[in-house]
């Protein structure tokens, strides 16, 4: 596609429950990020991986979140255990090489926890 | 201390008008700077990036002041499709890798 696409847009989940939200880059963008907007608030960085190894994981908030690129290309955000402060939205961004003027995020994933 | 720390307005200005806004960041380890626009319910997008030297993009003006660590953005002639959240978002001193946002600066421009 054209653009960084996420799935599902929204989802409403349980407390206690898993999910797993899907990004796909953009095609041939190495660096992929993940942050999470809580209402009222900037992105905050969770995760970057460049090709299919996480180089960063320091945002990551507990070990309720885990974070895969197997291929180097589509990632899979994995939370357990789903809390209700966990509910925001998650947006997903890739870049060229990971340099930051190539840097587009996707329309994010809507997570409520009920 | 959040790394990147913006006023979060609401600014509401009539059309025509000339706003500003300012954000200030704490690593003085950081490269590279930009302002992105996000509006309601969507994805941030970059507006643009801020070079030392002060940049220009038709009406909107990006200034750095790296001794203050100091970023600003001036919008003349605010048009009503300029109502949007204005993210101040700042490097990690890498060229690579996470960036920092402010929570963002909400304007309204009215007719």
């Known amino acids: 596609g054209a653009g960084v696409s996420q799935t599902p847009s929204n989802k409403v989940t349980e407390k206690g429950k898993y999910v797993e939200l899907r990004c796909d880059p953009i095609?041939?963008?190495?660096?992929l990020y993940w942050y999470r907007q809580s209402l009222g608030q900037g992105p905050e960085f969770l995760i970057y991986?460049?090709?299919?190894?996480?180089?960063?994981d320091s945002g990551l908030p507990n070990d309720r979140f885990f974070a895969v690129r197997p291929e180097g290309s589509v990632s899979t955000l994995k939370i357990q255990r789903t809390e209700r402060g966990d509910s925001a939205v998650y947006l997903c961004?890739?870049?060229?090489?990971?340099?930051?003027?190539?840097?587009?995020f996707g329309q994010g994933t809507r997570l409520t926890v009920v | 201390r959040k790394e990147v720390e913006q006023d979060p307005g609401p600014f509401n200005v009539p059309e025509g008008a000339t706003v500003a806004f300012n954000c200030t960041y704490s690593?003085?380890?950081?490269?590279?700077f930009f302002w992105y626009r996000q509006d309601c319910r969507k994805e941030p997008k970059l507006l643009m990036s801020?070079?030392?030297s002060g940049n220009e993009d038709g009406r909107f003006t990006a200034q750095l002041n790296r001794a203050s660590q100091y970023i600003s953005l001036l919008i003349r002639d605010s048009k009503l499709s300029d109502s949007a959240t204005y993210l101040c978002?700042?490097?990690?001193?890498?060229?690579?890798?996470?960036?920092?946002f402010g929570r963002g600066t909400q304007l309204t421009v009215w007719p």
């Open positions: 690593n003085s380890a950081s490269q590279s």
């Open positions: 961004a890739s870049s060229l090489g990971g340099g930051h003027s190539s840097f587009f």
């Open positions: 095609s041939g963008h190495t660096a």
């Open positions: 801020v070079y030392s």
């Open positions: 978002v700042a490097d990690r001193g890498s060229t690579l890798g996470r960036l920092y």
């Open positions: 991986f460049q090709g299919t190894g996480a180089a960063d």
